[in-house]
Every structure is written in C-alpha cells, then in structure tokens.
C-alpha cells in the first residue's frame, strides 16, 4: 500500500468509533502524564479488547495475538523498535512493507493526539494534520 492508502484507512478505521478502538491508555492527563513518566508511552501497540494503535493495527497476526505481552507494547513510539535495531517491516503485514520509520511515526502522532479526535473522528485540528500529511508531506506516495 501507499502512504497515502494506508493513512486513509488508518483515518476510516479509527473514525468508525474513535473512543473505543484507539488503544489510547489514558485520556485524564494527570494520569496520562504519570503513566508516560514511568512507562515513556501514550498508547499500547495491543491495547484491551483488541484494539491497537496505527501502528499495531498493521502489524502481523502473531504480534498483535500477543496482546499486552509483545514485547514492545509499552514502547515509546516506533523509535522503540530502531533502539533494539529490530526491522519495523518484519512485523507487519506484507501490504504496509517498505515505509521509513518516520511515516509510521506521524501515523502514529496521528492516533496519538487526544485533540485531533472526537466523538465522530477527525477534529478540526485532526483534519490539518491529515491535510499535512496527504497534501503536504506524503503528497503522491
């Protein structure tokens, strides 16, 4: 898939219902701000009642069935993934292959940020950010 095909789809499966399937670990940010403090991470990759985050939605069936016991579920971002010099494509599914690190990265600041979402989807500032990312910076890829 492209980067823009998979931001598209990222974008239409979060919105069906952003509340439940983002694998977002807290939304009060008192918590929020003492979880990333002990843990260094905002979302899990496997998160309850399978959900998962950008990036974890696209990885490999066998990852995402290790639910909260893969290995790089409390990681800080993808760079967790660079860190331990683990190949970030031999995780995924075949059809999300061949993507830089720094496009999974603001796929997933995309799923991340509380504020680009509501209760319908997309937040007005939510929608900058996509217009950015498809219009601007992965404009035909």
Avoid at 12 to 35: E, G
Avoid at 41 to 63: S, W
Avoid at 118 to 124: H, I, Q, R
Wanted: glycine share 4%; charged share 25%; net charge positive.
């Amino acid at each position: 898939m492209t980067k823009l095909e998979i931001i598209k789809e990222t974008v239409n499966h979060f919105s069906k219902d952003p509340k439940q399937l983002r694998s977002f670990v807290y939304t009060d940010i008192l918590k929020l701000c003492a979880y990333y403090a002990a843990n260094n991470t905002l979302c899990a990759y496997n998160g309850a009642n399978n959900t998962h985050c950008a990036v974890g939605r696209c990885m490999l069936t066998k990852y995402k069935n290790q639910g909260k016991k893969f290995k790089y579920n409390t990681g800080f971002s993808v760079n967790s993934f660079i860190y331990d010099q683990i190949n970030l494509d031999k995780l995924l599914s075949p059809k999300y292959r061949g993507h830089a690190p720094s496009f999974w990265d603001d796929l997933q600041r995309l799923h991340d940020q509380n504020l680009f979402w509501n209760e319908k989807g997309l937040s007005t500032s939510g929608e900058e950010f996509l217009k950015y990312l498809t219009e601007t910076k992965y404009l035909n890829q």
